[in-house]
């Protein structure tokens, strides 16, 4: 299996609130709050680490979980916030400079 | 691990008509037969082409030819208009026939070319917030305008920190108060059910806006069910409430993230705009830090004001 790479959509405004992760994204104005796995994801989603190596270090030893099948989560988790416009998923590396620039003022 | 992390998906702002239907004539008033001066005065031609709607200590002046459209804008924004000789903004109103044969389309606001553009079925606008001018073509309503004043001030204030929100507010004893819902929540039950020592602001479109530390609440004219122009006031918002209908009166404590979720989803927004939904998106889980949110269940009568001061 390649690695996948994953990254936090510049085109979303995100916050922490009480423990919560609420994720709004500005493509529609929907309103996202991510359970505790998927802010982990959210949180170390930095275009540059491997998901292979988030779900060992992050998931693997926050949760009793086989790394397999946390791994396999965590990739159809990654892909559905992609889907949603929050996440960008890649099997290269992601830097920020290739993300899109919208019309600004 | 569960197979998805996404515990709740909801439909956040409103990007939808925000425009009430009720309270307002549709029928122009008869045109004053003026004394035409041989000279032209400044002053009382300004007077006769022009309305000044200050909403939130923003005044906005309207310029028109059509003073039968005028007429109706000082009738519809009673309490509202101003004698302000420096507005914020400014628009010039076309009067034209309809624009499209579907006046309940979506609204579109979009921002392209330093200029916003606001398309409806009755109207269209355009606003350089750098001149602070603009225009508006629309039929001989107050509704396509009411339309574009509410888009206009949500663009403002969302770069202020502030908001239009779903909900209806009053001021007792120098505070405000917001009582948030979607329709049927009780919004209108609850400002028909105001005592007399109540400043009702609106029943139906709250303004807020940060000012030293506050969050401050202020009269609209923009009207619900109840049809009741705001009063042109202002207080500090000291707690927001969300309505809910039932047995008891009662005041539940809410967790800042459910309060955070429900601003967001009665907050009047309508562009599609990276920077303001940024903007949008801080001040309501700003405005949750700073005034406490409450679950307000009322049976639907005036002693529930007993638990409103």
Known sequence: MSSLYIARSPRVAARALDGEM???SGRDSTLFTLNETATILWQSADGVTPLERIVEERICGEFEVYPDEALHDAEVLARELAEYGILVVSQEPILQSTFPIGDSR | MEASG??????????????????SSLVPEPQAEGVQSPVPVLSTEADQVSVVIDVGRMPIRVNSTHPGFLGILRDRYTGFVSASGEPAIEFK???VEPLTDD????????????????????????????T??????????PYAIDSVLRIVHSLVLAKQGGFLLHSASAIRNGKAFLFMGVSGAGKTTISS????????????????RPQNEQYIAFGTPFTGELAKVGVNVS?????????????????DPVERGEAARALLANTLFFANDQELVQAVFDSALHFVEKVPVSKLTFVPDARVWEFIA
């Open chain 2, 6 to 23: 996404i515990r709740g998906i909801d439909a956040a702002l409103d990007v939808g008509r925000a425009c009430c239907r009720n309270g």
């Open chain 2, 193 to 208: 059910l105001a005592p007399a020592n109540v400043a009702l602001l609106t029943d139906e479109i709250s303004y807020v």
């Open chain 2, 235 to 251: 207080a500090p918002i000291a707690a927001a409430y969300l309505l809910c209908k039932g047995p008891e009166n009662r005041i």
């Open chain 2, 93 to 95: 109103v076309e009067i």
């Open chain 2, 103 to 130: 006046p309940d389309a979506d609204v579109e606001v979009a921002y392209s070319g330093r200029r916003w553009n606001i398309l409806r079925g009755d109207f269209r606008a355009e606003w350089e917030p750098a």
């Open chain 1, 22 to 24: 609420m994720i709004m």
């Open chain 2, 132 to 141: 602070r001018r603009g225009w508006i073509r629309q039929t001989a309503s």
